[in-house]
């Protein structure tokens, strides 16, 4: 190949870094399609390649040819004729052709492999530490600050021993490390479960701090070991859970208290730990900090804070305080000035108060909760993220609205999620028999009328048959700008249909303008005319 363009070269520069990011070096499929890749273009099986419209363009030999198209700005819109989904070996094998004529493909093999290495190398060195931790162990009097000097040591000696830890190794240390803590953990049940709800926090703000030390960012955290922070929350919610069920010895208070008193530094981590470490805060004010004078306490100085800091944590916070104090109008209030932002942690409230089945209570914060739920949802990028979150928004009002009777405001909640709420609204309006309310739904959202329900069809023809006559004439229009055969026989089938209302409704010759109108519009539609005249529409 002649030489390559720069522009082309900064292209496949990128293509590089991207191939980089997307194919994971642990994942066996990933390996397997690379490896395999590798193998094509070292044998010479890639021909025919050629640059053109910022893609490489190119034949594989394999048991039989295949074309690929690899599309440098988008790899995932990238194709191949062979019936693989996603990236395939032969995609592989033309990025590793193409790559070669600007720089090292064995280069870029270890440079993609050496997280590999690096987990390696960390769990080998993390185990080491352990082990050495544990031997020179010994057994301390139970008290907060024995724990959190053990927890401290052995966070400092494995997840950091060996300096910045890189994003993809940090699971495998985080397994190392929780392996030591457990070790060292008390053998009566009661004192475990405070044991390991002690670690649980202290290792999420300790795993939180330097996930910001060393830049790691959002992409990073999500890739890696967001998961290391969800299962942190989980282990704390089951301790708390075991804590609850009975008393607590007095030996406890003085461990409960002081973990109470660090928990505010869940308010100030990571902007994009934010979501988890209001959840975790929440988790154990529900829980475990019960004590009136301990909430009032913590009320009060986060009134403060709030008014010294303008973030979001301690205005939700505040929120949970005021509820769990039974300071309904008061949270109300603090969550009307947040706006749309309260909406997603609005979730726990009403779920605990749902577990409480404090419908009274309840009242208005699902009000406040559906009338942000347009504007939240319009904030979501994308339309799973917009269909996931609505799903979850009509799943936790649901037993609300059907146990205090309150259909209006889960009529409102579906209205406020269209169109991501459609199933449930239809449905909702379906049983409800407001039958012209589903008329409307269905032409707001613009389904042909083929598309809907053969049972919901017969029943609205039977009962109100004139709320049909919009969705058919609608998919008439749309049938005929489609100016094919196939389409125009759609519309002939459904002008059929149309008569048979009219005529039902004792209005043939409404139906008779309307055709004679038609007929007048479409007269340059010969196959649409010729269609009309076999289906015996209008006279041969």
Known sequence: MATIPDHYREMLEFAARNFQKILRAEAAEDANIVQKGLLHYRQGMVYKMKLEDEAVIASV??????????????????????????????????????????????????????????KALASKWGLKRAKDLLKRSAKLKASYENWIGTFEDSFKSIMTGMGEPRPYVVPELFQIYMKRLNASSPIEQEWKNLYELCASVFTFLKLAEISEKYGHTDEMVNRYYRHVFHSLIEKAMDAVDRLSIHSLPFAFDQFIEKLKDNTGELLFVP??????????????????????????????????????NGSLPPAI??????????????????????????VPYMIHWLELLTAQKA????????????LQLNKYTKTLIGYHKRRDFTNLAIDVLTPFCVESSRYDLYERALLQTLPYSYREYEDFLFQQGQLEKWGELQSYIGFDVRDLPTDRIKTVQKEKPEILLPLYHQS??????????????????????????????KRLEDFERFMAELMKKTKRLRAFQEECKRGKLIDV
Not at 77 to 99: D, M, N
């Open 61 to 118: 030999q394999d048991v039989a040819p295949v074309d690929v198209r690899l599309d440098l700005n988008f790899l995932e819109t990238s194709g191949c004729s062979c019936p693989a989904e996603g990236f395939c070996r032969h995609q592989l094998a033309v990025f590793f052709q193409a790559y070669s004529t600007i720089g090292s493909v064995a280069d870029w093999l270890e440079e993609w492999r050496q997280p590999i290495k690096e």
């Open 271 to 308: 902007e994009f730990l934010k979501y988890e470490g209001i959840h975790l805060y929440r988790v154990l004010w529900d829980g475990l900090f019960k004590q009136s004078k301990w909430r009032e306490e913590e009320r009060a100085s986060l009134t403060e804070l709030v008014k010294r």
């Open 317 to 342: 916070a505040l929120a949970h305080l005021n509820m769990l104090i039974r300071k309904d109008e008061e949270a109300i209030l603090g969550l009307q000035r947040l706006g749309t932002d309260a």
């Open 359 to 370: 419908w009274k209570r309840m009242t208005p914060y699902a009000e406040l909760f559906i």
């Open 476 to 505: 008439i229009v749309r049938n005929i700008e489609m100016k094919n055969r196939t389409n125009y026989r759609e519309a002939v089938r459904h002008l059929k249909k149309l008569r048979t209302i009219y005529k039902k409704m």
